[in-house]
T-cell receptor
Framework: NAGVTQTPKFQVLKTGQSMTLQCAQD?????MSWYRQDPGMGLRLIHY???????DQGEVPNGYNVSRSTTEDFPLRLLSAAPSQTSVYFC??????????????FGSGTRLTVV | AQTVTQSQPEMSVQEAETVTLSCTYD???????LFWYKQPPSRQMILVIR??????QNATENRFSVNFQKAAKSFSLKISDSQLGDAAMYFC?????????????FGQGTTLQVKP
């Protein structure tokens, strides 16, 4: 089925460990982005991409890296996990230009716990 | 910078009644999009309704409708004939129409409880 595939769904890390959250879409969307969701703060933008080879920082980029070598994939890397990175992470994608009626497509989220 | 504010952390409604969730935003732009997303316990983000700022007519989707007040920068969501399945967290979100980044700006969220 067309959509955004985000893995893993759950992850527990120890402080200092690194990991990569995977995000893949098969809709040929130009825009892809990563958000983190924390209680009382809504979803905040970590990094985003407007196309293959082009990425930029969002509101809360510290401690995270991204790359976009293909249109389909947009992985998020935690370099050295910290308890402050305990959160739920969402990948989202959309077409560029004016927003279409179906808006954005979100992945199913990753609940990350750093101990 | 644009901001989105949802001032109601929690709301409750009796089944079959009507409830309104509030959202205000701040922007200096005239062309933008506003969204309401529903997040049930499954965590999935589901688009409920969207509004284009240049359209004066309020968007509706079945039992869901918005009251879009552009001058007041207000975008409330009305849920009519509330159902148990409407219980979820609801997020208001903004996107600039002139943006070439696709960035969404979210409010803090409102948790809606539906009482049988």
């Amino acid at each position: 089925n067309a959509g955004v595939t985000q893995t893993p769904k759950f992850q527990v890390l120890k402080t200092g460990q690194s990991m990569t959250l995977q995000c893949a879409q098969d809709m040929n969307h130009e825009y892809m982005s990563w958000y983190r969701q924390d209680p009382g703060m809504g979803l905040r933008l970590i990094h985003y991409s407007v196309g293959a080879g082009i990425t930029d920082q969002g509101e809360v980029p510290n401690g995270y890296n991204v790359s976009r070598s293909t249109t389909e994939d947009f992985p998020l890397r935690l370099l050295s996990a910290a308890p402050s990175q305990t959160s739920v992470y969402f990948c989202a994608s959309s077409y560029s230009g004016r927003v279409r009626p179906d808006g954005y497509t979100f992945g199913s989220g990753t609940r990350l716990t750093v101990v | 910078a644009q901001t989105v504010t949802q001032s109601q952390p929690e709301m409750s409604v009796q089944e079959a009644e009507t409830v309104t969730l509030s959202c205000t935003y701040d922007t200096s732009e005239s062309d933008y999009y506003l969204f309401w997303y529903k997040q049930p316990p499954s965590r999935q983000m589901i688009l409920v309704i969207r509004q284009e700022a240049y359209k004066q007519q309020n968007a509706t989707e079945n039992r869901f409708s918005v009251n879009f007040q552009k001058a007041a920068k207000s975008f409330s969501l009305k849920i009519s004939d509330s159902q148990l399945g409407d219980a979820a967290m609801y997020f208001c979100a903004y996107r600039s129409a002139s943006s070439n980044t696709g960035k969404l700006i979210f409010g803090q969220g409102t948790t809606l409880q539906v009482k049988p």
